[in-house]
């Protein structure tokens, strides 16, 4: 499984900005994707989840009401539109999937089996 993060950039605060994920060589045994952010010297911090099949969704608790996932499952692509930015979120987000999990808390809580290379997301005046 490759996943490739896309779309980051500077934004101004209360700006907006949209990531994309594209997925390859997907196999059954992945069924969600993730986005997950870190900042040097910090932990990882769960962004948000959805699952392919059905869409299903979940978000972490600072994200929610401000970032909306989605998917094109045709294109194995998930995109983040994050508005409403504020300083602290800037950081490297990246998209990540958890061998034969769903979306939802665990997900979100669980260690990556794959991850791609992150996309650099400044919030900045």
């Known amino acids: 499984v490759q996943l490739q993060a896309s779309g980051g950039g500077l934004v101004q605060p209360g700006g907006s900005l949209r990531l994309s994920c594209a997925a390859s060589?997907?196999?059954?045994?992945?069924?969600?994707i993730g986005w997950f952010r870190q900042v040097p010297g910090k932990e990882r911090e769960a962004v948000s989840c959805?699952?392919?099949?059905?869409?299903?969704?979940h978000y972490g608790d600072r994200m929610k009401g401000r970032f909306t996932i989605s998917r094109d499952a045709a294109k194995s692509t998930v995109y983040l539109q994050m508005t409403s930015l504020i300083p602290e979120d800037a950081a490297v987000y990246y998209c990540?999937?958890?061998?034969?999990?769903?979306?939802?808390?665990?997900?979100?809580?669980?260690?990556?089996?794959?991850r791609g290379k992150g996309t650099l997301v400044t919030v900045s005046s």
């Open positions: 990540a999937t958890v061998r034969w999990l769903t979306c939802g808390s665990s997900f979100l809580r669980s260690d990556e089996d794959y």
């Open positions: 060589g997907w196999t059954s045994d992945f069924v969600a």
């Open positions: 959805i699952s392919m099949g059905d869409g299903n969704t």
